[in-house]
């Protein structure tokens, strides 16, 4: 055990904040993006659509490093400003991984069973009471699980931001600490790795609590859920 | 548009091509080492030797809870430091891709494994195969096709990350792009260009591997 055990904690903790903030500002606009995209894809208006799959391709077509990039360095050129590295981070982080969300908003809402749509048209529900009352409490319970591995990916992908030079919990480490004791690097990685472990799981656990809660107010007790299902949807193109 | 200058995008791009390159390169040995390395995992949480299992699953959810650049500064730093490893930086970068992504594949694997219908090992034990010969003879050939676009897919995502090495001094696509863009302080057409690229070669791949899925996908 080294004895500047608590120097190096404490250093990495100072980047604790902006990790947690740029996360949180981050799973906040995928949440907006993904059911905005999510359900223009679904939408009866042909250009509602296009644009919708045009920002879902783009964004999940490209990596998320030249997004960030663009964002913090290339558009200053274009608007002649230059975000500051906190928000160009949850920019990038909400719309990059908002276009994953699109995806599982679709699917989800696409999975509720026909029976329901005909079952409040057969109620003359509007289309929002509809969607509102109807749909979207059951879709929202399917969205959960890949949710969880959505908002995980975001997470781990907050450490990027030490790219741009955001002071959060990876820079904290290769900027300040590793400089200072770099014969030490094992020490520090591993605790960095160890706290993105504890965020992660704080990630989960929350949206386990959460999926019990919607569960159960559609009355449902707590579903068998498939990992692989999960997993499959959140990364990648299928 | 003035600001966009297509004579400084044409003298750059040679220098991207070249960076292109590497990242290939970093894509197509990151996937060999992933689709390997997910399988030995697979077949491991398949031995049912409960020690083992409990590792290899905590070391995949370990790997797979945290950022892949740390991971990545975490080889490049320590396996010179403590193990006496010096390796160029292309490789650390290749092996931190590849076993970041065995623990995704290995996933894959267990699921095609899973969906090789019951039927198949009874009748491989009521043959009287051994053991390999039932895995090499009869499972692996039947899951191992039906994963190939999840795995494709994985691939495509790491093509997407490649870009992480440059942290650990890379010059892959976007290093090269960063380099290019700042011997003269113009960043626009070297990230859009980087940009362009990608979305030119992992949209239509992307599309590849959804009509091979239709054709040979589990069918969930």
């Known amino acids: 055990m080294p004895d500047n055990l608590a120097v190096l904690v404490s250093t990495l903790l100072h980047g604790l904040p902006a990790t947690v903030a740029a996360t949180l500002g981050g799973i906040g606009l995928t949440i907006v993006l993904s059911f905005a995209a999510g359900l223009a894809l679904l939408s009866p208006l042909r250009g509602l659509r296009v644009i919708s799959r045009g920002y879902v391709e783009g964004f999940r077509g490209t990596s998320e490093v030249v997004q960030l990039f663009f964002i913090y360095f290339s558009l200053p050129l274009l608007i002649g400003f230059q975000l500051v590295p906190l928000w160009a981070g949850v920019l990038v982080l909400g719309l990059n991984h908002g276009a994953y969300g699109a995806e599982i908003v679709r699917g989800a809402v696409q999975s509720v069973p026909r029976a329901q749509y005909e079952g409040a048209v057969a109620l003359s529900l509007t289309p929002a009471q509809r969607m509102r009352r109807v749909i979207l409490p059951q879709a929202v319970l399917e969205m959960i699980p890949p949710f969880n591995n959505l908002f995980i990916q975001l997470l781990k992908s907050s450490s990027l931001l030490s790219l741009i030079t955001l002071a959060e919990l990876t820079w904290q480490a290769q900027d300040v600490l590793v400089p200072l004791y770099t014969h030490q690097a094992f020490t520090i990685f591993s605790l960095v790795l160890v706290l993105y472990l504890l965020l992660a799981l704080t990630i989960t656990g929350v949206m386990r609590l959460l999926e019990r809660r919607a569960g159960r107010m559609l009355g449902r007790r707590r579903p068998a859920r498939s990992r692989t299902d999960a997993l499959v949807s959140t990364v990648g193109v299928g | ?220």
Do not use: C
């Open chain 2, 1 to 220: 548009m003035d600001r966009w200058d297509w004579g400084f995008a044409l003298d750059i791009l040679p220098d991207l091509l070249r960076g292109l390159l590497i990242t290939f390169v970093a894509t197509v040995l990151g996937s060999v080492l992933a689709y390997s390395l997910g399988l030995v995992f697979a077949l491991l949480l398949r031995t049912g030797f409960a020690p083992l299992t409990v590792v290899v699953r905590g070391f995949i959810e370990f790997v797979r809870s945290t950022p892949l650049l740390v991971q990545l500064y975490f080889l490049f730093f320590v396996l010179p430091q403590t193990f006496g490893i010096t390796l160029g930086s292309l490789t650390v970068g290749v092996i931190g891709l590849g076993v970041h992504y065995s623990t995704y594949t290995a996933e894959v694997y267990r699921a095609g494994i899973d969906a090789v219908p019951r039927g198949q090992w009874e009748a491989a034990l009521a043959l009287n195969l051994p053991q390999r010969r039932t895995w090499t003879g009869v499972i692996l050939p039947q899951a191992i096709p039906r994963v190939l676009p999840a795995l494709g897919n994985y691939t495509i995502s790491m093509f997407k990350e490649t870009p992480l090495l440059l942290a650990i001094g890379v010059l892959e696509l976007v290093g090269a792009a960063q380099q290019a863009g700042g011997n003269a302080f113009r960043y626009l057409e070297a990230y859009t260009l980087a940009g362009l690229f990608f979305l030119l070669l992992s949209y239509p791949s992307g599309l590849l591997l959804r009509r091979l899925e239709r054709r040979v996908g589990l069918a969930s």
